[in-house]
């Protein structure tokens, strides 16, 4: 069975419908009798290699997009000659930059021919559903990334190679009927439709969990419009109070709560194409063979600061962290030799400090050996082992969305709008946000009490405006956003990154070398564009991401 999933993801994927303007030769079988026809590319073919190549883009460009743009990752400027460059300086986000983001558009291609697949009968009911919902879930990123974007017009193959750019509020509202047509499929439950068990690599055909997963995703893209005004603040209302009610109870579905959202088409140590493909990315080959980015990839100070209670810099800007270490850093990062603010040395996270080099500060010329990729982020187990690691890995699939996230939008809608999410109590999904986020990463269970609600010794997060459920609504805001920041760290940090631009949390340093004083605020089109759909895609230059404007993604134009 595995290897049979291998392999329709393979096919999918060489099949791989494209979107834009890129080259347009899906399905160019020639009449091969020995080729799959067009007409049988069945949604049970499509799906699970629509969902596995999908999360690939996820599992490694996106990472190391989302984690160098909140300063969690340093490049090793012990071993590699000025690391991240590009990243840190910032002084070339052209459309060269992380292209490979765009890229997703050919994965959402496949959803959108599941979407469009011929239903008279509603067989196909559970498919188009699930087709819906990951289509809003990757499309979204496009936009929160892109702003303006093909949609309307995009998917089409050599049907429209050139198609028009769609406003980027409108793709939103689409996305959001998307998900409400995708759970009205999946509530009028159709005699007539096809179970999806076996082709489906997220929840196996558990429909009720797709019903939380859209229900959740929505929120998502809700609680990413609490800024905007007028209009569109009357349509995100609406459209909160109708979500409200439907998770308040019943059969319609609530949020994702007790089990993490992950792609697993049955992923194994086999050879290196079976194999999870974030762990493939970051950590070990199939065959327990050290990858680069392994060696590449270290804690920014920044990061190691946090988590190590303020204790390497003693500075003001980490003052909400001072002397309460995290217990879920050795888990995210390997403790190394280290040496805090006073020179004293302890075993602790040892980082590097982002766009320098050794000899500057934060990058001593002594000790150099850094904290790398936590073997939590790969299992929960109490392990070193690395072959059984790797297995974990591969058990535990690739995580699109955690509960960890799920429980802190609740609790951000709950504090936003008490008056509609009632239900929901916003310390409780704080506090379970954490310890499910620790639960992930096989923390300390012991160390994380003392974490939330300290000792004789030391204050916990309860006392902590900024990094507890305590003081102003502003400070509960800061607190759940450096939450989702740890707990997005090495899992989904784009998610994170964006939702930095949207409220300003948590404190992000720039790079030293950073040439302008903000993050972007998007990105630029990739040349790919630029090249072949001339005609219709914004001209978009590098200093206009820097600024808000009317290409700024609309959420973050206020």
């Known amino acids: 069975m595995k290897n049979n999933k291998f392999l329709t993801i393979l096919l999918v994927a060489a099949l791989g419908l494209t979107a834009t303007s890129c080259s347009n030769d899906y399905l160019d079988v020639n009449d091969n009798p020995n080729a799959i026809q067009a007409e049988d590319i069945t949604p049970e073919l499509m799906l699970p290699g629509a969902i596995a190549s999908a999360y690939r883009t996820q599992a490694g460009t996106m990472v190391q997009f989302g984690n160098l743009m909140m300063n969690s990752w340093a490049g090793n400027a012990y071993t590699f000659t000025s690391p991240f460059q590009r990243e840190f300086n910032l002084n070339s986000v052209d459309n060269t930059f992380y292209t490979g983001i765009w890229g997703l558009y050919p994965r959402i291609a496949n959803f959108d021919q599941i979407e469009k697949f011929a239903n008279p009968s509603h067989k196909q009911d559970n498919y188009i559903a699930v087709a819906k919902i990951m289509k809003a879930y990757y499309m979204q990123y496009i936009v929160d990334l892109y702003g303006d974007a093909p949609y309307s017009e995009a998917f089409k193959g050599q049907v429209n190679t050139s198609p028009a750019y769609d406003n980027d509020t409108d793709i939103y509202k ?30 196996k055909g558990n429909m009720a969990k797709w019903k939380s997963f859209s229900n959740t995703l929505m929120l998502r893209l809700l609680i990413r419009m609490s800024n905007v005004t007028g209009d569109l603040q009357t349509y995100r209302n609406q459209k909160l109070q109708a979500l409200a009610t439907r998770t308040s109870g019943g059969t319609l579905g609530s949020f994702i709560d007790t089990e993490e959202v992950t792609v697993n088409p049955g992923y194994s140590a086999g050879n290196d194409d079976q194999m999870n493909p974030y762990v493939l990315t970051w950590a070990r080959t199939s065959a327990n063979t050290s990858v680069q980015n392994y060696s590449f990839i270290v804690v920014s100070e920044h990061m190691a600061n946090a988590l190590e209670g303020n204790a390497i810099l003693n500075s003001s800007n980490y003052a909400k962290f001072t002397d309460l270490k995290d217990p879920r850093r050795s888990r995210l990062f390997t403790l190394v030799s280290s040496v805090d603010a ?118 916990g997060i309860n006392t902590r405006p900024g990094l507890g459920w305590i003081g102003s609504d502003a400070q509960k805001l800061e607190a759940i956003m450096t939450q989702k920041w740890i707990a997005l760290t090495n899992i989904n940090p784009t998610e994170m990154f964006i939702e930095y631009n949207r409220t300003g949390y948590p404190y992000t340093p720039m790079a030293t070398t950073a040439q302008y004083p903000n993050k972007p605020y998007r990105l630029v089109y990739p040349f790919s564009e630029y090249a072949a759909n001339s005609a219709h895609v914004p001209n978009i230059s590098s200093a206009q991401v820097f600024v808000k404007n009317q290409y700024t993604p609309f959420w973050n134009q206020n």
């Open 342 to 459: 006073n020179g004293n040395t302890f075993n602790g996270l040892k980082g590097i400090r982002q766009g320098n080099i050794p000899g500057q500060a934060g990058v001593p010329v002594t000790n150099v050996n850094t904290s790398k990729m936590g073997i939590g982020n790969f299992t929960s187990a109490n392990t070193t082992s690395w072959p059984t690691i790797i297995n974990n890995n591969n058990t535990r699939g690739g995580s699109l969305f955690s509960i960890a996230e799920s429980d802190l939008l609740q609790a951000e809608a709950a504090l936003r709008w008490p008056a509609m999410f009632n239900a929901i109590d916003g310390q409780t999904k704080f506090t379970k946000a954490i310890t499910a986020n620790a639960a992930w990463l096989g923390a300390n269970t012991t160390q994380m009490a003392i974490y939330l609600t300290g000792s004789s010794t030391v204050n």
């Open 174 to 203: 689409s996305l959001i009927s998307k998900l409400e047509e995708a759970n009205a499929l999946m509530d009028a439950a159709h005699p007539d439709a096809l179970s999806i068990e076996a082709p489906d690599i997220v929840f």
